[in-house]
């Protein structure tokens, strides 16, 4: 059984910061991608940052040299560092990731929530 679990979230004033983390647990041999997504009420959830194994990142053009994806191997963790945070970052974020237990499968997080106060 595969769990992934958020922490970190919370209330910042606008051009806070934040950092999230989450961390993967049970039976893992090997995660791929990992991801963080958020998603306002009546809003698509929206990818914001994906990290591969060997540490190549991408990321929405709304976030770009404000986030920062990293992860630790070694922990099976994947972290989001959010600077100069906005009102429209306020949403609740999820973490998201490709992991090989008995098969590949794609897990998530109950999600975490950040509001960011203008």
């Known amino acids: 059984q ?3 679990v958020e922490s970190g979230g919370g209330l910042v004033q606008a051009g806070g910061s ?4 989450c961390a993967a647990s049970g039976t893992i041999i090997s995660i791929n991608k990992m991801r963080w997504y958020r998603q306002t009420p009546g809003k698509q959830r929206e990818l914001v940052a994906t990290i591969t194994s060997g540490g190549t990142t991408n990321y929405a053009d709304s976030v770009k040299s404000r986030f920062t994806i990293s992860r630790d191997n070694t922990k099976n963790a994947v972290f989001l560092q959010m600077n100069s945070l906005k009102p429209e970052d306020t949403a609740v974020y999820y973490c998201n990731a490709e ?3 008995t098969y590949w499968g794609n897990y998530w997080g109950e999600g975490t929530l950040v509001t960011v106060s203008s």
């Open 18 to 21: 934040l950092r999230l983390s």
């Open 2 to 4: 595969v769990q992934l």
């Open 99 to 101: 992991i090989y237990s």
